[in-house]
């Protein structure tokens, strides 16, 4: 399968009416509606307010008055130990599968809710093959063994010990927007496309474990075995193993949550999330891959003619528009910022553009820095809304040439036998009425 898509030429910038924000007069129309949009906040109907809105406001916490809450004294220490997001932000949650399955099997990630490029913990999606081990660290241990000059058991405290190395990175289940394929999906950006999900890992490089063991020349694969139920095992190359990969305890700044693989994972930078396993027990150093399930009867991708790519394991470039999106619903005209996600497995997003018209003219969106390789990259871009109807759409370009296809392109390419590594351009219907929905456009 070719994995390199022709890369279409990019259109230049196009017609997509918005305030030109280098424009101080036209920068002050985003408030010239403000008295509308405090209206707004009473029916708690538009896409900023979905989250906000609670209750109807009460007249006396509006101005000019002083509001309640600073007129009397404000509570303790609300959860010293352990801090929780505001009780007000409750609805900001992982989401199990509609159909509740007797053993559920993923959780995802409220992309439409989020700010900016990280996820909290908390919200990190889940996708568990055998439950989730609990495991006391203290009896938790790592054999690396095989084609090795000095196998080790390494604990916790040993791996500790290493250099230890930073990296923010994204994981995305291969899984991830899998029923755009076949069909229409119902739902949200998160029920859609929330098997995705970014942290700070820290950790130390596989490279240097693999120093200390001495890896026998000829090697150039690894097994990778996980102490869950599962015992989820997959083969790594070893060019991989050297380049990037690490063993990770830390999820941004704590400790691995025990769903993201407590104590220990292995975490391969852009390879489909099914490969960076968790709560990490073995390392088998060969020299051949080692044909587990995971790689033979699952997480192969059948093609028309019937035949089936094994080892697809970078993530291809993608991006998602997570606001306006599925669900939401544009209750005012005027300005409103498209906003979304973009990644690649393959390296940092280069470009990303966004259209109105269901592709018909691109403009390009503005990328919030740092731009980091296998990350998750924050676009932005103006637009106004004046009641008409709109096909929303994000297309991503990578450092690796490599373009986001449409879903019309991708399925040509493939065919519906597949289900993993869809990466295809969402559309996003806006209604005359400004609700949103999934299309295929
Ligand atoms: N040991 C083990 N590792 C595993 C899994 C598992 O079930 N067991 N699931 C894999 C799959 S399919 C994915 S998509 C990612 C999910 O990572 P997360 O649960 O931290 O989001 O972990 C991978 N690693
Ligand atoms: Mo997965």
């Known amino acids: 399968m070719n994995k390199n898509r022709r890369a279409t030429p990019l259109a230049a910038d196009s017609e997509i009416k918005a305030p030109d924000p280098t424009n101080p007069s036209a920068r002050r129309q985003f408030l010239t509606r403000?008295?509308?949009?405090?209206?707004?906040?009473?029916?708690?109907?538009?896409?900023?307010?979905?989250?906000?809105?609670?209750?109807?406001?009460?007249?006396?916490?509006?101005?000019?008055?002083?509001?309640?809450?600073?007129?009397?004294?404000?509570?303790?220490?609300?959860?010293?130990?352990?801090?929780?997001?505001?009780?007000?932000?409750?609805?900001?949650?992982?989401?199990?599968?509609?159909?509740?399955?007797?053993?559920?099997?993923?959780?995802?990630?409220?992309?439409?809710?989020?700010?900016?490029?990280?996820?909290?913990?908390?919200?990190?999606f889940e996708r568990h093959h055998g439950g989730v081990p609990a495991i006391d660290p203290g009896q938790h241990r790592l054999m690396v063994h095989g084609l090795v000059r000095q196998p080790l058991v390494l604990t916790m405290k040993d791996l500790m010990r290493f250099p230890s190395v930073s990296r923010t990175c994204f994981i995305e289940c291969s899984g991830n927007s899998f029923g755009e394929y076949k069909a229409v999906s119902k739902g949200t950006v998160q029920d859609i496309h929330g098997l995705l999900s970014s942290a700070e890992w820290t950790g130390v490089l596989l490279s240097t474990v693999l120093a200390e063991v001495g890896v026998n020349p000829g090697a150039s694969w690894l097994?990778?075995?996980?102490?869950?139920?599962?015992?989820?095992?997959?083969?790594?190359?070893?060019?991989?193993?050297?380049?990037?990969?690490?063993?990770?305890?830390?999820?941004?700044?704590?400790m691995l949550?025990?769903?993201?693989?407590?104590?220990?994972?292995?975490?391969?930078?852009?390879?489909?999330?099914?490969?960076?396993?968790?709560?990490?027990?073995?390392?088998?150093?060969?020299?051949?891959?080692?044909?587990?399930?995971?790689?033979?009867?699952?997480?192969?991708?059948?093609?028309?003619?019937?035949?089936?790519?094994?080892?697809?394991?970078?993530?291809?470039?993608k991006s998602v528009i997570t606001s306006p999106s599925a669900g939401q619903e544009i209750s005012e005209r005027g300005f409103h910022e498209i906003t979304g996600l973009a990644w690649s497995g393959r390296g940092k997003i280069k470009r990303v553009e966004v259209s109105a018209d269901g592709g018909r003219n691109w403009r390009e969106a503005q990328l919030d820095g740092p731009v980091l390789a296998r990350a998750l990259t924050r676009f932005r871009s103006p637009w106004s809304w004046e009641g008409g109807e709109h096909i929303l759409q994000s297309r991503a370009l990578d450092e690796s040439g490599q373009v986001q296809p449409t879903r019309a392109q991708l399925v040509a390419e493939r065919g519906l036998n597949s289900s993993y590594h869809y990466n295809g351009i969402q559309s996003w219907n806006v209604s005359t009425t400004g609700e949103v929905t999934n299309v295929h456009a």
């Open 257 to 317: 949550r025990p769903e993201q693989g407590y104590p220990l994972r292995l975490l391969l930078p852009g390879y489909e999330g099914n490969m960076n396993v968790k709560w990490l027990r073995r390392l088998k150093v060969g020299d051949a891959p080692f044909h587990t399930r995971e790689e033979t009867s699952k997480y192969t991708d059948l093609m028309s003619d019937g035949r089936a790519a094994q080892f697809t394991f970078e993530m291809d470039v």
């Open 223 to 254: 097994l990778a075995e996980g102490a869950d139920a599962a015992a989820m095992s997959r083969s790594v190359p070893m060019a991989k193993a050297m380049e990037d990969a690490m063993l990770v305890y830390g999820q941004n700044g704590e």
């Open 34 to 124: 403000g008295l509308a949009a405090t209206a707004v906040a009473a029916t708690g109907s538009s896409i900023a307010d979905v989250a906000l809105a609670q209750t109807p406001p009460d007249a006396e916490n509006l101005p000019p008055h002083v509001p309640k809450w600073m007129r009397e004294q404000g509570s303790g220490f609300l959860n010293p130990a352990y801090g929780l997001p505001s009780a007000f932000e409750k609805k900001v949650v992982r989401k199990l599968p509609g159909q509740a399955a007797a053993f559920p099997t993923a959780s995802r990630t409220p992309l439409q809710d989020l700010f900016g490029t990280v996820t909290p913990n908390g919200l990190f």
